[in-house]
């Protein structure tokens, strides 16, 4: 088993750091407490050194929308370490090699304007402005990095031979395959639970919609999202099929050629259109219901 699965997946390692720009100011916590008859460790006066800075927002958007296309991309393995099926690495390294470069590109505009950006909350933070606080970029860069590593999985066998007691070795490698095959197993159940979650997702906005009447504004509003999520689950689901099970396939294809070619705008506007589409969707529930976790 190991073999196998260890042609088929290679670990991945996504870290992005940034600077928060945040200091505790001690003696502003201790006279707030002061003048509030309060105990010393009673609260703290946190400042933001660069409060509203729209590049530092922006680089901030990056950094949450590489990790979550990192989650979608791979299947969850352990803390840190995400499991990413050899078919799909070629899209999951151009989607983090773009990511990369416009948090690489925009570390650097904010580098180019630091100086500027820390003079100008020197008029924003008055008397608790203190230019000690901000280091120099030459240190600044290390707390800026965007870093994407591949590794292979980890081989139980290099326990053979190592202790030099083949009984021992072999319960190694035995407990070693174990434990992978059941991290495995968890993987390929959340994938399905992809599936199951954004199709019940859909059929409950079809199912809660109220349209706009008269007065009343629309209730339970869904955006465009809620098919392109489906379209989007499906797209990445074939690549994501460690195991390759058929079952999972199955319903990957059902719900592509069921549920995916409805347009939001229009089930908006149609009951009947949206009431066809959760009934589409519930007869998709109902045959996964008894499969992976559900079962």
Known sequence: MT???QKSAVIVRLNIRMCGFEKTDKDVSNEVADNK???DDAGRYVKKLFAGNPILKDIKKVRGKARNVNKAQTLPYLDGQDLLPVPNFDKHSELMT???DLFDALCEDFFAEYETHRDAQQARLGDLFDASEYPPVSVLRGKFQFNISYEPLSDGNTFDKMFGN???EQQLIADAEAQMQ???DDAMHKLYERL???????????RTYKPKAGKSKAMNTFKDTIVGNMVDICEVLPRLNLTGDADLANYCELVKSKLTNYDAADLREDESLRKTAADDA???LDQMSGYGLAA
């Open 282 to 284: 519930q007869a998709i």
């Open 196 to 206: 199951l979650k954004t199709v019940d997702c859909f059929n409950t906005a079809m």
């Open 37 to 39: 008859s309060a105990a």
């Open 166 to 168: 083949a009984e021992m």
């Open 98 to 100: 773009d990511y990369k």
């Open 3 to 5: 073999t196998i699965i």
């Open 182 to 184: 059941s991290r495995i």
